[in-house]
């Protein structure tokens, strides 16, 4: 099927540009097409922008295992309607993807579940160096350097040693120091406050477990992809990238804070916990200056029920890919960012880190993984109308300007206006690691 997507200001790698893009079959076909193209379908995107499909390198949707909370088919209908048009989703569900088989059993799920494309981690454990070293159709490994509990809590410095000398995968860690963790909840122990929680998880917890990973992938000149940076002292150890070092900041540590715990309480309960306003701003900074490269959500939904019990029983993470895009445009339109920042930073940074092949930018040959958004659209974020299986947001109430109306996968519409095509599938990312990750691609 061919569609013509008629005059959108498109972003494409060189800027903006109003034109015509010609999507045939699952790929775009031609960006200013010649005029008297025969297509199936014509969208008329006048005063609307056409971006490429969001890439959400972090996420955890609960299957196989935790399908209460959230499963393939309820989370990729989420990311559809928020512009997600691609996902790369975490190890520890149950069981934990610490195999291939398990890493394929989830692919299988998804080719049968999921309206979006997908990839999976593998995950590592002080005992599996020789699974990880010959692991394939994943983006990389993913340790827990810290907030795991079992097989995935990989603190032992020989385990990490060895994973970070023994493999070749990119490698992502969630970064924060078990013993300072322990020590900070033996300190607050009996504590009811869920302001605690960011006392536990501290400052000190999130930089002593980064600059530790960070110093194994340089001594082993091995790529490293921080995840979640939550405060503005891990900032500054990025400075010093040495071509193998990337990181990320999550929607929840860029705009709440320990201040939002008063009025929000457990539903921004999160590891790495939220942290200071001047951490807010130092974390804008760095996405700004480049320190950090990517925006990805750490999606990790838990029933209403569950996050109201009482802390520290109530489970840390809260759900994000139906309004991540949302929210940054919204910063685009306040003049924060430029959105050729928020496409940078969401879809084609994303795609180069991991080496994603024919995604992440609008070009001729790429995957037609395209979102249409209206940046003049006022939209209130309501629990009631999300549809990600727990039906919250800790967004609620919030008005942003800017949105998705139309999103479509290889080609083809799963969503417009509110409506999704839970019949589409999306496909699995395919990974080139011979490419050499974000800082060798031009």
Known sequence: MKI????????????????????????????????????????????????????????????????????LRTASMACAKGGVTTFLEMPNTVPPATTQALVEAKLALAAEKSVVNYGFYIGATPTNVAELAAATRTPGIKIFIGSSTGDLLVDDQEALERIFAETTLPITAHCEDETTVRRNRARLAGTRDVADHSRIRDREAAVVATRRAIDLAKRHRHRFHVLHVSTGDETDLLADHANLITAEACPHHLFFNVDDYSLLGTRVQMNPSIKSADDNRRLWQALLDGRIQVVATDHAPHTLEEKARPYPESPSGLPAVENSLALMLNEANRGRCKLEQVVQWMCEAPARVWDIVDKGRIEVGNDADLVLVDMHMAATIRDEEQLTKCRWSPWHGTTLMGWPVRTWVLGREVYRHGVIDATIRGGEARFDHSRGGYWKTS
Do not use: C, M, N, Y
Not at 17 to 46: M, R, W, Y
């Open 4 to 71: 013509l997507i008629r005059g959108a200001t498109v972003v494409l790698p060189t800027g903006s540009l109003q034109t015509s893009v010609l999507v045939d079959g699952a790929k775009i076909a031609a960006i200013d097409p010649a005029v008297h193209t025969t297509v199936d379908e014509v969208v008329d995107a006048v005063g609307l922008h056409l971006l490429p499909g969001v890439i959400d390198d972090q996420v955890h949707f609960r299957e196989p295992g935790l399908t209460h909370k959230e499963d």
